[in-house]
């Protein structure tokens, strides 16, 4: 897809959508002529988010409003800062949470010989779990795997998993930034449900809103 073309889906400039893709929220197949093509299905779960107020949370906050909602600490967060985003919380919708997190970690589609060995599983590879699939009312499917790897071990996971980057690949992989606070050491159910409800599929992406919802609602009433 062209630079034009993603910019018309996304109601955006060129100029942003070079942003974007240097981020890391767009990928890029290849670069001609210094004009960057891109992958469709990463402008169109983009263009799925809507856009919202402010700008997204950085890593470290996305990270520990995560974990807040799935009852877990966030010790890496200031007081300051961690009072702030309890009350952006309880005024949220789950479609503002979505846009805020997007920069939680730079995702790449790969493909390689291995099994998910090594990253730590979200998304449809979290459905294999018993206690997530049905808590999404989702089946574990089979093809394709989905999860998250620290910065410092991406090198060598995907080393030993044999992949490489492909969009057309079978399997996304979520790389956690340093700074991020989060340790990549426990499955957050939000996490989960934020990587669902991007999901291009439309049971996948409902079922992960409705967790969204769910947990927000519980956060209120906590």
Same mark, same amino acid.
């Given at each position: 897809m062209t630079t034009v073309v993603s910019a018309g889906v996304l109601g955006v400039s060129a100029r942003q959508i070079a942003r974007l893709a240097r981020a890391g929220e767009l990928t890029v197949t290849r670069t001609v002529g210094g004009a960057l093509l891109l992958d469709g299905a990463s402008v169109h779960r983009l263009a799925k988010q809507g856009r919202h107020n402010g700008r997204p949370w950085a890593a470290r906050t996305a990270w520990a409003a995560?974990?807040?909602?799935?009852?877990e600490r966030a010790d890496w967060l200031e007081a300051s800062a961690m009072s702030r985003l309890r009350h952006r919380l309880r005024a949220g919708r789950a479609s503002e949470l979505c846009w805020m997190t997007r920069r939680r970690a730079t995702v790449h589609r790969m493909r390689g010989w291995g099994k998910d060995t090594g990253l730590l599983h979200s998304g449809v590879s979290a459905l294999?779990?018993?206690v997530v699939s049905e808590r999404f009312n989702l089946t574990a499917v089979n093809n394709g795997s989905d999860g998250y790897v620290h910065v410092r071990n991406f090198a060598s996971v995907t080393a030993a998993l044999? #992949?490489? !980057? %492909?969009?057309?690949?079978d399997m996304t992989v979520r790389v956690v930034p340093d700074d991020a606070g989060y340790t990549v050491d426990r499955v957050l159910t939000a996490a989960v449900a934020v990587d669902l409800a991007g999901s291009l599929d439309t049971r996948e992406s409902a079922a992960g809103m409705r967790v969204l919802?769910? #947990?927000? !609602? %519980?956060?209120r009433s906590a």
């Open positions: 995560l974990a807040l909602l799935s009852g294999r779990d018993p044999g #992949l490489v !980057d %492909d969009v057309d690949g919802g769910d #947990l927000l !609602d %519980d956060f």
